[in-house]
């Protein structure tokens, strides 16, 4: 896959879609901090 | 006395050796980081890959070390949320060291871009800039156990913060909460992880006005509403050792007029909201501070306490007669002296820097390395700081 066809490449859509797909339910209100959080591992690490 | 009770005890120390107030006991912070899981028997690898491994290091030094804080309670490694995920990232690892390759997420054109749309800019470009064409290829499954692994790290660090807090009565120094972020300048993020150290150095010379716009945009973003949050807040927080821990390191490739154009208008601003409040900041200035010494000579006395790294604690003293000072014991006095040698100079520190508070025994660098101490060395200073009295 790449840019064009990744399901997640977007922001913020594909990324919302990230979230609702990998994200426990009850953690969903709170996907945008979730993420990020994630996100800065990824980044950083 | 244990636990909470311990913990606030701890706390007073802290706060009256940063406020110069006198106690009997002069506090030890061990500055140790990745030493401890040597010092446990194990390797950095078996370590960095097993949150039972780290946690076992962890205790093993408690257990033997006695000391009033800590700098790392095991959880700087979050290489299982890395390796599950499955590519190459910045930060390495073998038997015997950490280290982080040198990285830039932007240019200095794309600043700009970046600071108005983080998430976007950091999900549409620098992620799949990093990972290349592996970021495309990952699949719902993989981001699944990515994100459990992020999770099981998060329970980690919960759970170290409670044994560490409630088992072995260890304050925590500051609040740290990763969901409101830490206190960081914009020319610190440049430095670490926007630019990298040359671009930077590149950048305060040829683009300086680039960079000022930067600075002012991640000031009004970041440092504003912290200042905002402290002006109407009330004051100091007795949970924490102190009301904040910020780290200095990107001054050390400045020029004093690049110090006072990129760097101090901002430092100031929050360090004087700090100062109005009667808070507690704690600076770990890496490398050396005492060529901006001026810069802080009229705050007033008990409000800032710096970590100093390179700087000698009794110069520091001289020129900065106002800030208390955390440090003193050098890694290179812990790795070659004896016992008794180290014992006697953390007295002498004591005596000279701290009879009327003002002092905190610390090593000046963070004990990483197999070889930055001796056993016997941190265990003799331990014990003496736990036992000493004026």
Request: contains cysteine; aromatic residues 14%; glycine residues 6%.
């Amino acid at each position: 896959m790449d840019k064009n066809n990744y399901p997640y490449a977007s922001y913020p859509k594909g990324f919302n879609k990230l979230a609702k797909d990998i994200l426990p339910f009850f953690m969903l209100p709170m996907k945008k901090l979730m993420m990020r959080l994630l996100v800065v591992i990824l980044k950083d690490g | 006395m244990e636990g909470k009770e311990l913990q606030a005890y701890r706390v007073g120390l802290f706060r009256d050796a940063a406020r110069f107030i006198k106690n009997e006991r002069i506090p030890y912070f061990a500055n140790v980081v990745t030493w401890k899981v040597f010092d446990a028997g194990h390797t950095l690898d078996e370590a960095m890959t097993d949150f039972d491994v780290m946690k076992e290091c962890v205790v093993h030094f408690l257990d033997n070390y006695p000391c009033d804080g800590l700098m790392d309670t095991g959880i700087r490694n979050q290489f299982n949320v890395t390796e599950t995920f499955g590519s190459q990232g910045y930060y390495y690892y073998d038997k015997e060291c950490v280290g982080i390759k040198d990285h830039a997420t932007c240019t200095v054109d794309t600043l700009m871009d970046y600071i108005a749309d983080e998430d976007r800019y950091v999900w549409e470009k620098v992620l799949p800039e990093k990972y290349g064409d592996e970021w495309y290829q990952k699949s719902k499954e993989t981001w699944k156990k990515t994100f459990k692994a992020y999770m099981d790290y998060t329970m980690f660090i919960v759970k170290m913060g409670s044994l560490t807090g409630k088992t072995y009565g260890i304050p925590s120094l500051a609040p740290n909460n990763p969901m409101s972020g830490t206190i960081s300048f914009a020319v610190e993020e440049m430095v670490a992880n926007l630019l990298g150290i040359k671009q930077m150095s590149l950048a305060m010379r040829r683009n300086p006005e680039k960079l000022d716009e930067f600075i002012k945009a991640w000031d009004d973003k970041k440092i504003q509403p912290v200042i905002e949050k402290i002006k109407n807040g009330k004051g100091p927080n007795y949970k924490y050792c102190f009301d904040a821990s910020v780290i200095m390191l990107s001054h050390n490739i400045m020029s004093p007029s690049q110090f006072e154009r990129f760097y101090w208008p901002h430092l100031e601003e929050l360090l004087k909201a700090y100062e109005e409040k009667d808070m507690n900041i704690r600076i770990f200035t890496e490398g050396s501070i005492l060529r901006f010494a001026d810069y802080f000579k009229d705050f007033k006395k008990g409000t800032l306490t710096f970590h100093i790294e390179n700087d000698d604690p009794y110069e520091f003293r001289e020129k900065l007669p106002n800030i208390a000072i955390m440090g003193g014991m050098t890694t290179a006095m812990m790795a070659n002296a004896t016992p008794d040698e180290c014992v006697k100079y953390a007295e002498q520190l004591c005596n000279d820097l701290g009879k009327e508070g003002g002092f905190i025994l610390s090593e000046g660098k963070m004990v990483s390395y197999r070889n930055d101490a001796k056993a016997e060395n941190v265990k003799a200073v331990a014990e003496f700081m736990r036992d000493y009295r004026h």
